[in-house]
């Protein structure tokens, strides 16, 4: 169905990369410290209506992550995101590109999340 709808793409995950889900709050500012402390990231989708951030990290290196407020998505999971036409305020979109193979490492990303910075924000959220 996503492939009926244009400038969206469906992506099989699980197959050289997986995907941590967090919601938008946490991961926004994850990004954000991510940037400052010079980590190369990955692919990251910002699914603004759901309010929902995706990061795309190495195969089978995020599996047990029950300790934090994300979600692990792996093989026979789908991704449907915007090519890079259909990018808007409403949608969301791709909040990093990079036009290499560069994936967000879980160790620095599960860092990220654990930053007092974010956990301050996560008790605010919970």
């Not at 989708?45 to 792996?74: E, I, K």
């Not at 449907?80 to 990303?109: I, K, M, Q, R, S």
Request: with cysteine; proline share 7%.
């Amino acid at each position: 169905m996503a492939n009926d709808v244009p400038g969206l793409r469906l992506l099989k995950v699980g197959d050289g990369w997986d995907v941590v889900r967090t919601s938008a709050e946490i991961g926004l500012l994850a990004l954000a410290y991510l940037r400052c402390i010079g980590t190369p990231v990955g692919p990251v989708l910002y699914d603004r209506p759901n309010g929902l951030l995706y990061y795309a990290v190495p195969t089978g290196t995020a599996t047990s992550w029950d300790d934090l407020p994300v979600r692990h998505l792996s093989t026979n999971s789908w991704l449907v995101a915007p090519g890079l036409e259909l990018l808007d305020d409403w949608f969301g979109g791709w909040c990093e590109l990079p036009d290499d193979d560069t994936l967000t490492d879980t160790e620095a990303l599960r860092a990220a999340l654990q930053h007092p910075y974010v956990a301050t924000a996560l008790e605010t959220v919970r």
